[in-house]
């Protein structure tokens, strides 16, 4: 009887102790799935965008607005010295900032498109210790948008996103149809799924019997960002916007990518038939695709943009 009791007692202080290590672990996962820490803060920098502008002879001007929740998002307007009447808006991707898209500034400003790279809220110089994949992001752009079109006077605004970014603008689309014209590089087709893919990444177990196990993070997870936060990450859907709109959009997605598969864009393609094409591109790294390809992403991206600019020729 001594003994049954003394493995009763070890048993559920043993049972005690997987709970609570359960509990850290899924909090951990939540807080730091919507936290940067400061030191992987990406600072924009501001000679980089003076040597961008200088290229092409590009005219900088900081751009700023306000979220609706009394956060300062900051940004960079480039000017095209022989602008050809349309805009576009790059958006970066997670633990980046506006100096990541840099690369696609400089090839849009030298074929006169105006510019404007934006901070994601909790990225580089925007305010926010939150960022949620689209869900607050969704307004934020909006109101990029409307400061395009009333301070800029802007004509016609395409978008370009890279990861995240990506996500974001399709995500826009639900709300939004100010756009002619999309390119999304890598995006993931909703949060859930990709969160799915990432701990599995993470923890080694992606295609292993093991990798089914990981809902079991991912939701309660879920259920503590939406009780603690105010955030239902299962919102984050560029699948259902994406459904829900008509405007022209570019996916392109490496088969090589391991941070997000290329499942995401392949199950995008399926969101609708009208105004959407898919270019699995060759084999390069996540988010790496402009440098890896240069004019061959270049190409694909003007000349999809050209496609819904019809009042102008390259």
Same mark, same amino acid.
Not at 11 to 35: D, H, K, M, P, Q
Not at 37 to 44: S, T
Not at 145 to 162: A, E, P, S, T
Not at 171 to 182: I, K, M, N, P, V
């Given at each position: 009887?001594?003994?049954?009791?003394?493995?009763? @007692?070890?048993?559920?202080?043993?049972?005690?102790?997987?709970? /609570?290590?359960?509990?850290?672990?899924?909090?951990?996962?939540?807080?730091?799935?919507?936290?940067?820490?400061?030191?992987? @803060?990406?600072?924009?920098?501001?000679?980089?965008?003076?040597?961008?502008?200088?290229?092409?002879?590009?005219?900088?001007?900081?751009?700023?607005?306000?979220?609706?929740?009394?956060?300062?998002?900051?940004?960079?307007?480039?000017?095209?010295?022989?602008?050809?009447?349309?805009?576009?808006?790059? $958006?970066?991707?997670?633990?980046?900032? *506006?100096?990541?898209? &840099?690369?696609?500034?400089?090839?849009?400003?030298?074929?006169? #498109?105006?510019?404007?790279?934006?901070?994601? @809220?909790?990225?580089?110089?925007?305010?926010?210790?939150? =960022?949620? #994949?689209?869900?607050?992001?969704?307004?934020?752009?909006?109101?990029?948008?409307?400061?395009? =079109?009333?301070?800029?006077?802007?004509?016609?605004?395409?978008?370009?996103?890279?990861? &995240?970014?990506?996500?974001?603008?399709?995500?826009?689309?639900?709300?939004?149809?100010? =756009?002619?014209?999309?390119?999304?590089?890598?995006?993931?087709?909703?949060?859930?799924?990709?969160? #799915?893919?990432?701990?599995?990444?993470?923890?080694?177990?992606?295609?292993?019997?093991?990798?089914?196990?990981?809902?079991?993070? /991912?939701?309660?997870?879920?259920?503590?960002?939406?009780?603690? &936060?105010?955030?239902?990450?299962?919102?984050?859907?560029?699948? *259902?916007? $994406?459904?829900?709109?008509?405007?022209?959009?570019?996916? &392109?997605?490496?088969?090589?990518?391991?941070?997000?598969?290329?499942?995401?864009?392949?199950?995008?393609?399926?969101?609708?038939?009208?105004?959407?094409? =898919?270019?699995?591109?060759?084999?390069?790294?996540?988010?790496?695709?402009? *440098?890896?390809?240069?004019?061959? #992403?270049?190409?694909?991206?003007?000349?999809?943009?050209?496609?819904?600019?019809?009042?102008?020729?390259?």
């Amino acid at each position: 009887m001594a003994l049954s009791k003394r493995a009763w @007692r070890l048993g559920s202080i043993a049972v005690a102790g997987c709970v /609570l290590i359960f509990a850290a672990a899924v909090v951990t996962l939540a807080e730091n799935g919507l936290r940067l820490p400061p030191h992987l @803060r990406a600072v924009p920098e501001q000679k980089l965008a003076l040597a961008v502008g200088a290229k092409s002879g590009a005219r900088l001007d900081a751009a700023e607005i306000v979220s609706a929740d009394g956060l300062r998002l900051r940004g960079w307007y480039f000017e095209p010295k022989q602008a050809n009447g349309d805009t576009v808006l790059l $958006l970066h991707g997670v633990a980046d900032s *506006r100096r990541g898209v &840099m690369r696609h500034a400089e090839f849009l400003l030298r074929y006169g #498109y105006g510019v404007l790279a934006a901070d994601s @809220r909790g990225h580089g110089s925007s305010e926010g210790t939150l =960022f949620s #994949y689209g869900i607050r992001e969704v307004d934020d752009v909006g109101r990029w948008v409307n400061w395009l =079109f009333d301070q800029k006077q802007i004509r016609r605004l395409h978008g370009l996103g890279v990861s &995240m970014g990506a996500a974001i603008l399709l995500q826009t689309l639900e709300r939004d149809s100010r =756009f002619a014209a999309l390119v999304a590089d890598s995006p993931f087709a909703t949060f859930r799924e990709v969160a #799915y893919d990432r701990i599995n990444l993470v923890l080694g177990t992606r295609n292993t019997p093991l990798a089914p196990l990981c809902w079991g993070l /991912l939701t309660p997870a879920f259920v503590y960002t939406s009780w603690k &936060m105010g955030i239902n990450l299962n919102h984050a859907s560029p699948l *259902r916007a $994406l459904s829900a709109s008509n405007v022209p959009v570019l996916l &392109m997605h490496s088969p090589a990518d391991v941070n997000i598969p290329v499942s995401h864009s392949r199950k995008l393609r399926t969101a609708r038939d009208a105004n959407l094409e =898919f270019w699995e591109m060759p084999e390069v790294r996540h988010g790496e695709a402009l *440098r890896q390809l240069g004019p061959q #992403y270049e190409q694909r991206v003007l000349d999809w943009f050209d496609r819904y600019s019809p009042a102008r020729k390259r």
